[in-house]
């Protein structure tokens, strides 16, 4: 039951905290990057709990995980939807207009404070299970 309640909080913060970034650097969001952003941070949480790998490789795979998300969620919203949820088409090094190099890197650097999140969360359902 912890673990559910963990996977749960991660989509959730997730969901509201990749929304509350788009919101702060683009000035909107859609519905369907709150769903990518918890689906992406349970992954993520997973990858955490991998304390053998260093936090640099964790971010290597934090970013592989968040970039093929984007790419994938981008096909079906954007190319095959036809939504226009966003373009990167005119960025140097993109795929398809759905995935580019700069996003990759500041996928990268999001991973850290990522982590710390997923970090609180299961401490958050420790505290919790223990305080029961």
């Known amino acids: 039951m912890d673990k559910l309640k963990e996977y749960f909080m991660c989509f959730a913060f ?13 000035g909107y969001t859609h ?6 952003g918890g689906a992406v ?13 260093s936090l640099f490789l964790r971010c290597i795979l934090g970013m592989i995980v968040i970039t ?11 190319v095959r939807m036809g939504w226009g949820v ?3 088409s005119h960025k140097p090094f993109n795929l398809m207009g759905q995935i580019c ?8 650097l999001i991973s ?13 359902v420790s505290l919790l299970r223990d305080n029961s």
């Open 68 to 78: 093929s998300f984007e790419f994938a969620v981008g096909l079906i919203v954007n």
């Open 41 to 53: 941070l349970m992954l993520l949480n997973l990858i955490n709990k991998s304390r053998s790998l």
């Open 112 to 124: 850290i404070p990522a982590y710390k999140l997923c970090d609180l969360i299961s401490r958050q």
């Open 14 to 26: 997730g969901g509201v905290a990749y929304g509350l970034v788009e919101l702060l650097v683009r």
């Open 101 to 108: 190099l700069h996003f990759c890197g500041c996928w990268f």
């Open 31 to 36: 519905w369907s990057m709150v769903l990518t």
């Open 86 to 88: 966003w373009d990167y």
